[in-house]
């Protein structure tokens, strides 16, 4: 079992940067693969970044790709998501969730979900 506990949400402007945390707590979180998904208002749930248990592979959503970064420091039991040049329609709350399996971009392949944490993107 893990625990998930996201922090790092907020309102911006449109350009800014955030870095969202996931914090884990439970089994240590090098034995799980780890992914950020999205949901915005009305809309269903999606991928935005995976990442393996060593780190040493990731995965980005396309419509993300080269202003997101995630990351991870097991040390700490702890993932990131570095999200630059920040868009509206970047605006959801934002939840990371762990898997047993390896990286996965499928949102029915992850077993434990935190809360989300808000972003608010203004333009």
């Known amino acids: 079992q893990v625990l998930l506990v996201e922090s790092g949400g907020g309102l911006v402007q449109a350009g800014d940067s955030l870095r969202l945390s996931c914090a884990t707590s439970?089994?240590?979180?090098?034995?799980?693969?780890m992914g950020w998904f999205r949901q915005a208002p009305g809309k269903d749930r999606t991928f935005v970044a995976g990442i393996s248990r060593s780190g040493g592979i990731t995965s980005y959503a396309d419509s993300v790709e080269g202003r997101f970064t995630i990351s991870r420091d097991n040390a700490k039991n702890t993932v990131y998501l570095q999200i630059d040049s920040l868009k509206p329609e970047d605006t959801a709350v934002y939840y990371c969730?762990?898997?047993?399996?390896?990286?996965?971009?499928?949102?029915?392949?992850?077993?434990?979900w935190g809360q989300g944490t808000q972003v608010t993107v203004s333009s």
């Open positions: 439970g089994r240590t979180s090098g034995t799980y693969a």
């Open positions: 969730a762990a898997t047993s399996w390896g990286m996965a971009t499928i949102r029915s392949i992850y077993s434990y």
